[in-house]
């Protein structure tokens, strides 16, 4: 996926943190665009269709919780990246996020390097999963990666996207440990997130798949069992 093909919408109101965003990645040659009021965010989306949205958490008359979860109930935003930013550095606020659909947290202030490579990381990922269609049986389970769905004995179960991300990289390669570190790069972006965040995304994995699916290496990660 080349840059100019790349799309990126700014969803904030305050004009500094805008013009910092803005000419960062507008320098690395992406096509952005703007929304300054929150309650158009919606449909500014769905005009723009962009790969990436970087969203302030707190805006005004509008949470950016409440936003997120919108997208994420309509399915032609399956595939857009959504990340917040924030100077709110607090495990309750990352997991609300996580749990609303988010795709990453960077918290400010905002360093131009680092903001450009948490964009790369997104994007990857994004172009990784539109290479990998493929459908995944096992012990019951069906994950059509394509779709974002999950099967389990026929039975559909819903899972968030965070969930289902965390699934679809254990079920890449069953038995293999996958650490904490590897988790959180592969499913959150280069951010390293805390170990909260992980544990309560698989406790509620555990609780949709069952028992004996998911086994924990204290200290270490997660692996799928055979």
Not at 19 to 37: D, G, I, P, Q, W
Request: charge should be positive; proline fraction near 3%; glycine fraction near 6%.
């Amino acid at each position: 996926m080349g840059k100019e093909a790349i799309s990126i919408v700014i969803i904030d109101t305050d004009e500094e943190v805008i013009s910092l965003l803005k000419n960062t990645l507008e320098a690395e040659a992406y096509s952005v665009s703007v929304c300054r009021s929150a309650y158009d965010a919606v449909k500014m989306v769905a005009e723009h269709m962009p790969h990436l949205i970087l969203m302030e958490l707190n805006l005004p008359g509008l949470d950016g919780i409440e936003i997120c979860m919108e997208l994420r109930g309509k399915k032609e935003f399956d595939n857009t990246r959504i990340v917040f930013y924030s100077n709110i550095n607090e495990d309750n606020s990352q997991v609300a996020a996580f749990n609303a659909g988010a795709d990453g947290y960077i918290v400010k202030p905002i360093k131009p390097r680092v903001l450009i490579s948490r964009v790369k990381a997104y994007l990857r990922r994004l172009d990784e999963q539109a290479g990998s269609s493929e459908k995944v049986k096992y012990r019951g389970l069906r994950i059509d990666r394509e779709r974002y769905l999950i099967f389990k004995d026929d039975k559909e179960i819903v899972l968030p996207r965070k969930e289902f991300e965390l699934l679809s990289l254990l079920s890449s390669m069953p038995k293999k440990v996958f650490t904490r570190k590897e988790i959180s790069k592969t499913i959150w972006g280069y951010e390293v997130i805390t170990n909260r965040t992980i544990d309560v995304h698989i406790r509620k994995l555990r609780g949709k798949l069952g028992k004996g699916y998911i086994k924990t290496f204290k200290g270490i990660g997660y692996s799928l069992e055979v």
